[in-house]
């Protein structure tokens, strides 16, 4: 846990000699807490003070990072229980699994396919993290084949997992001297094994506890023998299993900070069996503090809405996700074609320009500044009423681009088209649908005379 | 190493209500459901047992409805055109609760009277023992004027009665108070606008048993950090014991994914969004997972599989 700048006070000299260039010790320390400044600014600060300010500072929760040649995935440093309290930074690691059991023409296939995905929500790219290679046969030759054939179809970051060291650095010798994929998975019974591996190649470890008493020990153990980088699996695979011990070993690392689990979680949703249950406990662990989420059935019908589900958990809530205001142009409008009005959230304006341009209908479409609200949130703050759109429509000069001025809002706000009546005198005002998904046909026949 | 077991303890619960009456209580329902009591965040069994299991409430309509999926038509086949049918056909997949949907129009375009709104509820009482919840079109004086009829012809039955929003909360709620039913209180995903919206109704003189929450939410992709995030700040104030926050929620991610281009959408789209209707059936169950974990303790849903699942997902976290 951070210290607070009092805290810190007590930890420095005292001695007001103003070297830091700050007038007093409280006022250096004062920026310290805020992370205004860097404790090397003071030539004075004992080595006790130092360790101990260093522990302070590291994150509740260790920053992991991955790396394949040319990719990475780094998940960790995470400091917030809720997202509403500040914001959950760093994505999960979606990584799909395959293992050595299967015939090498499927595995390339899943690994080809699952490599290529790529779709595309509120205009950004998004794509599966990296492969898990599993040593299911014990044999390190038949895991050194695996991971070279996933390196035959994709460069993204990997998982190794295999139940020996000796199998496990089979496969680590196909990689690059530049990698350092997540290795594992250290148990209670291999761990001195694991740990010399992983230390010798500078790569982060799985380790996995049956209890938390059992994972706090084998980190500390591990951390002795020179690993820094861990990645706890709590061996639980179920949905209240799961969500007990993600919640207990967060809040032990941010309230306490307990050092021993105060890793990234790594979660296994495949267990379970059934592609349906996958996806949920795939998404539990999303929402409940996974750093990586290992899914065994790659399919895109799955993977998209996981991708998304991901995406919108990890937005910082403080700040939504905005489109620049303005006049947008659909389908290369004439001027006679109508006018949308909707707001500058990102999905506002993405659900709505999705629907417009999929319609082929041409239209202008005018962006609000709402303040990157919704539309119905927008319209309860008081961001998108009459007097602002009004305000909009003018000061973007949408009169002067269109013959017919005739303004569609949306079905949401209908009770601005009074007023927006008067702001706007010489408009017609139009009510459109509520949701976005119903403007085609609104369109189609409300618009078309 | 031992390891402290770091557990919360909170000061407040969140209120238990029971839907539906039994004839012993002066209803017709062969059963009733009842949700609430949680004295901690979902499923956090280690700090407090949940005494009451969330509940699955499928959506159905007064009619053929006019704008859903046919991925969702297909799946229920005949039964979308009998509505006692469709929820005979839902609580055999699994509902606890069926909501009953009135429609704007009838087939023929014409606004719904509130002869037929009763009609139609008649007949899913007549063939279903289940709880029901019964919401207007969403339209406030529709609502008003459907509702209406509706609750005294259903006298006892402890019926959910929505949409109950700040423009219309006056009518539903005193019609709910005079003939024995519940509210669905809905707002905007905003937690003051929940609050106060709750404030509102209670002052009337309904009592904290008979009210469901519904703060709002977006499917996946669609706003949904916004409404688990309500959820999840509601349910932190009411075991801080912030009283007008206490109440159970409902949340509608059946309706909510099934309007996403996503599940609607079957032709045109990218190759990466997959097979449609498995990816259809995927949006809804993971809205409504998220939100399960968010606090709900209603669910409504619209496709029979998604059911099945989050029944799954329920038994799951209920395992403590």
Redesign the interface.
């Known amino acids: 846990m951070a210290l607070t700048g009092i805290q810190i006070y007590k930890l420095l000299p005292q001695t007001n000699c103003k070297d830091c260039g700050f007038p007093t010790c409280l006022a250096f320390a004062m920026k310290l807490a805020a992370k205004q400044v860097e404790l090397s600014a003071c030539p004075h600060v004992s080595e006790s003070a130092k360790a101990q300010l260093a522990e302070s500072a590291a994150p509740p929760v260790r920053l992991v990072t991955v790396r394949s040649d040319g990719a990475e995935v780094k998940v960790g440093n995470e400091v917030v229980l809720?997202?509403?309290e500040k914001t959950f930074y760093n994505r999960p690691g979606l990584i799909v699994r395959v293992g050595d059991d299967l015939a090498p023409s499927a595995l390339e296939a899943k690994v080809a396919a699952a490599d290529a995905?790529?779709?595309?929500?509120v205009g950004i790219d998004l794509g599966i993290d990296g492969f898990a290679v599993e040593s299911v046969k014990g044999d390190p030759a038949a895991f050194a084949a695996a991971v070279q054939a996933v390196r035959r179809h994709s460069r993204k970051p990997l998982v190794l997992t295999a139940p020996s060291a000796s199998v496990l650095g089979a496969g680590l010798e196909m990689l690059g001297a530049g990698e350092t994929p997540l290795l594992g998975v250290a148990t209670a019974d291999n761990w001195r094994d694991m740990a010399g591996l992983a230390q010798k190649a500078k790569s982060p470890l799985i380790v996995r506890g049956n209890t938390?008493?059992e994972?706090?020990?084998l980190t500390?153990q591990i951390k002795d023998m020179g690993v820094e980088d861990m990645v706890l699996d709590p061996a639980v695979r179920?949905?209240?299993g799961h969500?007990?011990l993600s919640?207990?070993i967060r809040?032990?690392a941010l309230?306490?900070n307990?050092r021993?689990?105060g890793y990234p979680l790594i979660a296994f949703p495949a267990a379970a069996g059934?592609p349906?249950?996958e996806?949920?406990l795939a998404?539990?662990a999303i929402?409940?503090y996974a750093g990586f989420v290992v899914i065994d059935h790659f399919?895109?019908?799955?993977?998209?809405?996981?991708l998304?589900?991901r995406?919108?958990?990890y937005?910082d809530?403080q700040k939504p996700i905005q489109v620049q205001p303005g006049l947008y142009e659909i389908n290369n409008p004439k001027p006679e074609d109508p006018v949308l009005v909707t707001t500058n959230f990102s999905?506002t304006y993405f659900?709505v320009a999705?629907?417009v341009e999929?319609s082929g209908l041409p239209a202008w479409l005018v962006v609000a500044d709402a303040e990157g609200m919704?539309v119905?949130?927008a319209w309860?703050a008081g961001k998108f009423d009459a007097e602002r759109i009004a305000k909009d429509v003018k000061r973007f000069g949408v009169a002067d681009r269109v013959s017919r001025r005739r303004l569609v809002i949306p079905g949401h706000v209908a009770v601005l088209s009074g007023e927006l009546e008067g702001e706007l005198p010489d408009w017609e005002i139009r009510v459109g649908p509520r949701?976005a998904?119903?403007l085609p046909r609104y369109m189609r026949e409300a618009l078309m005379n | 190493m031992p390891v402290e077991i770091l557990k919360e303890t909170w000061t407040g619960a969140v209120q238990i209500v029971t839907l539906g009456a039994t004839p012993a209580e002066g209803g017709t329902r062969g059963r009733t459901v009842t949700v609430g009591g949680e004295r901690t965040l979902p499923f956090l069994h280690f700090e407090a047992p949940m005494p009451h299991r969330p509940a699955l409430a499928v959506e159905i309509k007064d009619r053929r409805p006019d704008d859903w999926s046919p991925v969702l038509l297909r799946a229920w086949g005949d039964v979308v055109d009998d509505p006692g049918a469709w929820a005979q056909a839902a609580a055999a997949a699994g509902a606890d609760l069926i909501l009953l949907a009135l429609s704007l129009t009838d087939a023929d375009g014409r606004p719904t009277t509130p002869a037929a709104a009763v009609a139609a509820v008649r007949k899913v009482l007549s063939a279903c023992s289940l709880p029901l919840a019964v919401f207007g079109p969403g339209q406030a004086d529709a609502d008003n004027e459907l509702l209406v009829a509706v609750a005294e012809a259903t006298k006892g039955e402890r019926l959910l009665l929505g949409i109950c929003e700040d423009k219309n909360y006056r009518t539903i709620v005193a019609t709910a108070l005079a003939n024995g039913h519940l509210v669905n209180a809905r707002t905007p995903m905003d937690v003051n606008l929940a609050k106060q919206l709750n404030i509102l109704i209670t002052d009337m003189g309904m009592p904290l048993d008979r009210i469901i929450m519904d703060p709002t939410t977006g499917a996946v992709g669609y706003g949904f950090e916004y409404g688990y995030s309500v959820m999840e700040r509601l349910r932190l104030a009411a075991l801080q014991g912030d009283r007008m926050t206490q109440l159970p929620m409902l949340v509608t991610p059946g309706f909510e994914a099934w309007k996403t281009k996503e599940a609607k959408v079957g032709n045109g789209v990218p190759a990466a969004w997959g097979d449609w209707e498995a990816r259809a059936i995927n949006w809804e169950t993971l809205t409504a997972l998220g939100l399960l974990e968010a606090g709900a303790d209603i669910l409504v849903l619209r496709h029979p599989e998604s059911v099945r699942r989050l029944r799954l997902a329920i038994e799951g976290l209920m395992k403590g």
């Open positions: 809720f997202r509403h995905y790529r779709v595309t929500y938390l008493d994972l706090a020990t500390g179920d949905f209240a969500l007990t919640t207990l809040r032990l309230k306490k307990f021993p689990l059934d349906a249950v996806l949920m998404a539990q929402l409940k399919a895109p019908e799955a993977v998209y809405p996981l998304v589900l995406q919108n958990i937005t809530p999905i659900s999705n629907e999929g919704s119905l949130t309860a949701e998904v119903d």
